[in-house]
């Protein structure tokens, strides 16, 4: 072939390619850390603290029963940029770093065109990084203003993280404007490219050193004392002290979504960019242990999740247990791209065209640090077992674990009555238990035994074959 034709042929192969990468939405991940789920006004929260977000759930897609696969920082952030378990990444705790070849979103979306940012908190580097993260420990991100662990590289009205070049950037602003001030930089610098971008904000975190939750200046004035949820106002913890400041971080939260998208409608982006918001875990202020999270309940395991753009426009509610491994492949697959192998959810594009007929009705939930733990999460039923002879910190799973927690959603949706133990419930724990074991050896876990808890006598009505099984 002469040279001239072969080098049209690829001129001709190359602007294809690049036509087809053009047709292909950008995409961003809004990425909060440690919000309640009740926090949105869509799951009932009367302070209007998120408009926005709720806004995004009506007119878009709203996920409304998304829960974690990992209620603590690192591991969950490991599932979410792998679609992996913690146990299959190793990242089973926090400060073990994601290995360096391991395949995240950005390496998928790059190898497809994209240009790959990432802006906020990473925490998937060793515990020793406070400085800037090795460019071999970043997942693949080609743009980078991160820190690993943020909430020790900066305050509420001191943001400090790291850029490409591993040099110190100070940003002006409450933190969460000035995450969102480059964000909005970064969009703006790539509207001829297809991009892929991580926005990864600390808040509603607590600030580790002050054990506070410090929101914008007269934030807090605003919320203190207003509404308090049901299983805080039942069990205490710390929530009289953080709640105020605590929705206060949401609702600037909610103030910068409502700027990023405002940034995309005025670029002319809004139409073509996949816009995802969900959060890594919840909070249950020091009521479930003692701290945070770290528990099956759902204070620390459900999440606000919603999309916008297309193929999520007027998606409506969808109601099917979606599982914080399932977001991975779902944002592959709305940009057009194959859910690669390694992926352990599935995308939820079809359920969003009502075209899945064989969604799974429940989800693994691995639980570390403050306990080696396994739960499922079904419509109807929590079941949770815990492994007492290995230490949450330096096992990430065990051969034998008993039950701990069974809870009926449906009569008791804040998980006020421990159901474990109990006669008339022993055949849902059953039905649980085979169904959880499923989940694990589904997930790569090697077999287990599940011990049956202390039987306890009650008087309550007992569960039917058919209402275990629901």
């Known amino acids: 072939m002469p040279r001239s034709s072969a080098h049209a042929r690829g001129d ?12 292909r939405p950008n995409v961003i991940v809004f990425f909060t850390d440690q919000q309640r789920w009740d926090s949105t006004g869509v799951h009932g929260n009367p302070l209007d603290l998120t ?6 759930a009506r007119q878009g897609t709203h996920l409304h029963t998304t829960v974690t696969c990992q209620p603590v920082c690192g591991p969950a952030r490991s599932c979410l940029q792998t679609g992996m378990y913690a146990t299959t990444t ?19 979306f790059g190898e497809a065109g994209y240009d790959t940012g990432y802006i906020g908190k990473w925490h998937l580097a060793d ?39 591993g040099e110190a950037v100070k940003l002006p602003g409450y933190r969460v404007d000035a995450l969102t001030d480059a964000a909005i930089r970064y969009i703006d610098d790539h509207q001829e490219d297809p991009f892929f971008l991580f926005l990864s904000y600390i808040e509603p975190h607590h600030q580790n050193h002050l054990d506070d939750y410090p929101p914008p200046d007269g934030y807090r004035e605003r919320y203190a004392g207003r509404w308090t949820p049901p299983d805080l106002l039942a069990l205490g913890g710390s929530s009289q002290q953080h709640l105020g400041g605590y929705w206060g971080m949401i609702k600037r939260l ?9 940034a995309l409608k005025s670029l002319g982006l809004d139409e073509n960019t996949v816009v995802l918001y969900t959060t890594d875990h919840g909070c249950h202020f020091k009521t479930r242990n003692d ?7 759902e204070a620390s395991v459900r999440l606000p999740t919603a999309l916008t753009g297309p193929g999520f426009f007027g998606g409506g509610e969808v109601r099917e247990i979606v599982s914080l491994v399932d977001l991975p492949p779902t944002l592959l697959d709305a940009a057009g791209l194959e859910t690669p192998e390694q992926m352990q959810g599935r995308s939820v594009v079809p359920l969003v065209g009502r075209r899945a007929a064989d969604w799974p009705q429940d989800a693994l939930i691995q639980i570390s640090e403050s306990q080696v733990g396994r739960a499922v999460r079904t419509q109807r039923w929590k079941y949770c077992v815990t492994a007492p002879d290995r230490d949450g910190r330096q096992h990430a799973g065990a051969d034998r674990y008993v039950e701990q927690y069974l809870y009926d959603l449906q009569a008791d949706p804040y998980e006020l009555t421990n159901l474990a133990g109990l006669e008339s419930h022993r055949r849902a724990a059953d039905v649980l238990r085979e169904r ?4 694990m050896g589904e997930a790569g876990e090697a077999p287990a035994a599940i011990d049956p808890a202390p039987p306890r006598p009650n008087r309550q009505r007992i569960v039917t074959e058919e209402e275990a099984l629901s």
């Open 12 to 23: 001709a192969a190359a602007q294809a390619m690049a036509q087809a990468t053009a047709e």
């Open 51 to 56: 408009p926005n977000f709720d806004r995004m």
């Open 90 to 108: 190793g990242c089973y705790r926090n400060a073990i770093p994601l290995p360096q070849d391991a395949r995240t979103l950005a390496h998928f």
């Open 127 to 165: 515990r020793g990084i406070t400085g800037p993260v090795p460019e071999a420990n970043r997942g693949g991100y080609q743009s980078w203003l991160a820190s690993n662990v943020l909430e020790f590289t900066s305050d509420a009205y001191d943001t400090v993280m790291y850029d490409n070049d």
């Open 254 to 262: 909610d103030e910068a979504l409502g700027r990023l998208l405002d």
């Open 291 to 297: 701290e945070y999270k770290r528990s099956c309940h």
């Open 436 to 439: 959880l074991l499923r989940l």
